[in-house]
């Protein structure tokens, strides 16, 4: 069997840990490309010397030249600016989508029939640069976003409750932000619900802590945002993908009337397999989550129009 392929372009943080991590998933040969000389040719010499102590024998090496990244199975994006203490996602939008756009044309140049995973922030309007920028067809093209989101809102769960998190089942829908939708309705530990097993108060406190997530770390770094668990789960869908796992996994997927919502990348229930974004998971929401989903679509929105004046789209 063809022994699979990862590019991951940025060998920043997050991009470092995620070819760390898809290494040691056993993903295949990995690629780290950034623009920095001698960054990724030597975070990935580091890693491919870890290769004998984990048993792992795909190859990992750095390059700044596209050429080195052909015939990738999996892109995944994590190029761009990270967040600082006092900035939003959306405050990266005009410096980061123009490095999008940029590495996913080169990319795909080398690499037509890949699967691309977007990572850099903000994710709902970077993972449309992407789409746009590319012409791939929806099923290709996915955003990380839901999997870190509901990976945090089950390890806070877990913690309230007491449990392993690997018992708590979660989704966070709709946008990676403020108006991002833990639903607390379907959460549940081992199939009893949570709503059960905590007040009203303490899972309210839990929505909030998870939708400012992402800030809680910044506020301790203060020099960056969180990797390892974004990683972590950007690797869980590309694991997905070129394992055909069919895991059912939160993303941002392009939606074409699946929620009420047409024309624009929102976190989802999607099914990842060899053919990318398989299946969206659509259900019935209640009105008040339908009105909070609404929230985040129209903060999506405001986020393309940005992207598109930006690029001049
Ligand atoms: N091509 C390739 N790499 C690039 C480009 C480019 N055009 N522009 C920037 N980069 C690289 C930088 O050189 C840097 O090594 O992207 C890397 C970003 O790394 P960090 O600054 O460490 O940022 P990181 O924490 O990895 O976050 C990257 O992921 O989760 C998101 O919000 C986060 O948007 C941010 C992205």
Redo the contacts with the bound molecule.
């Keep these: 069997m063809k022994k699979g392929k990862v590019t991951v372009?940025?060998?920043?943080?997050?991009?470092a840990t995620t070819a760390h991590w898809a290494a040691i998933e056993g993903l295949g040969d990995i690629v780290l490309?950034?623009?920095?000389e001698g960054?990724p040719q030597g975070k990935a010499l580091d890693q491919s010397q870890f290769r004998s102590i984990h048993g792992i024998s795909c190859d990992i090496t750095g390059t700044n030249d596209y050429r080195d990244t052909r015939d990738s199975d999996v892109i995944i994006i994590?190029?761009?600016?990270?967040?600082k203490p006092g900035m939003s996602?959306d405050d990266?939008l005009a410096t980061?989508v123009k490095?999008v756009k940029?590495?996913t044309e080169k990319a795909l140049e080398q690499s037509p029939d890949a699967y691309v995973v977007v990572?850099?922030?903000p994710i709902d309007a970077m993972v449309y640069t992407s789409f746009k920028a590319s012409n791939l067809p929806k099923n290709r093209i996915v955003g990380m976003a839901g999997v870190l989101d509901s990976a945090r809102y089950r390890s806070f769960l877990a913690d309230a409750i007491g449990v392993s998190p690997k018992d708590v089942n979660a989704i966070v829908m709709g946008i990676h932000g403020d108006y991002m939708l833990p639903l607390a309705r379907l959460a549940n530990v081992a199939g009893v619900p949570v709503t059960e097993l905590l007040s009203k108060d303490e899972i309210d406190a839990i929505i909030k802590r998870t939708q400012g997530g992402g800030a809680e770390i910044i506020g301790h770094l203060k020099t960056?945002?969180?990797?390892y668990t974004?990683a972590a789960a950007a690797v869980e869908m590309a694991k997905s993908i070129m394992f055909d796992e069919k895991r059912v996994l939160p993303c941002a997927c392009y939606l074409e009337g699946e929620f009420d919502i047409s024309g624009y990348f929102l976190g989802v229930p999607a099914v990842l397999g060899a053919n990318g974004v398989e299946k969206i998971l659509k259900f019935n929401l209640t009105k008040e989550e339908k009105e909070l989903l609404k929230q985040s679509v129209e903060k999506v929105k405001e986020q393309v129009a940005s992207v598109n004046k930006v690029l001049g789209w």
């Design positions: 372009i940025g060998a920043g943080h997050v991009g490309m950034d623009v920095l960054i994590t190029a761009g600016i990270a967040r996602r990266l980061n490095i940029d590495v990572v850099t922030n960056g945002s969180a990797y974004p």
